[in-house]
């Protein structure tokens, strides 16, 4: 596994669970391909930050896996339609009321950036998680780390690593943040970093 930004020549889906990706969603096709391929039969796993407004990738991964938690603090969650497999839980993702080691794989996409302290959430995640599971993780990061983003800041990557260490966790595979072949947003300066990490 190499943990490494988003590249042009990833795999790439334009429609998920019934869903047509919007053309705005300038990444999510590549978060969602690179998500999936964590999802096996059997597994007990949760979606972090899945979204009260309609996302397809909890939905999505409810037809692979054994259970679903679909965590989102907002409670309008409630009103969408959800399959026998899966949970609502309306929480903050730092502090859910999922038994601890209970999850295969924590998914959480595309939602670090927006609360820029990644240290509660990772904790929260570790907690969660079996021995021998994974978090799957993709964020937005600078392009140009010499610029500024003008839409939304991205996540600083300094602070997303002590954040993982703080959390006695650690990556799986190697770290690249080389830019090449980015896929990236060039009026925000923003492209996504994608992650796994495991426990230490």
């Given at each position: 596994m190499e943990n490494r930004i988003i590249k042009t020549?990833?795999?790439?889906?334009?429609?998920?669970?019934?869903m047509d990706l919007p053309n705005d969603w300038w990444s999510r096709g590549y978060e969602y391909h690179f998500a999936l391929d964590f999802a096996r039969?059997?597994?007990?796993?949760?979606?972090?930050?899945?979204?009260?407004?309609?996302r397809p990738l909890?939905?999505?991964?409810?037809?692979?896996?054994?259970?679903v938690y679909a965590v989102d603090a907002n409670d309008k969650?409630?009103?969408?339609?959800?399959?026998?497999?899966?949970?609502?839980?309306?929480s903050k993702m730092e502090h859910t009321p999922i038994p601890d080691k209970e999850c295969d794989i924590v998914f959480c996409i595309s939602v670090?950036?927006?609360?820029?302290?990644p240290a509660p959430a990772l904790k929260e995640?570790?907690?969660?998680?079996?021995?021998?599971?994974?978090?799957v993780i993709t964020m937005d990061i600078p392009f140009d780390t010499e610029k500024p983003c003008p839409r939304y800041p991205g996540m600083n990557m300094a602070t997303f690593t002590k954040a993982v260490f703080d959390a006695n966790l650690?990556?799986?595979g190697s770290v690249n943040l080389k830019r090449n072949d980015a896929v990236h947003h060039e009026g925000w300066n923003l492209c996504v970093f994608r992650c796994v990490l495991k426990k230490l």
């Open positions: 020549t990833d795999g790439r889906i334009t429609a998920l669970a019934g039969p059997s597994q007990v796993v949760t979606d972090a930050g899945c979204g009260w407004m309609y909890k939905n999505a991964i409810a037809e692979i896996v054994g259970k969650l409630l009103e969408q339609q959800r399959p026998d497999n899966m949970e609502f839980v309306v670090l950036e927006d609360i820029q302290d995640f570790a907690r969660i998680l079996k021995d021998d599971g994974r978090i650690a990556f799986d």
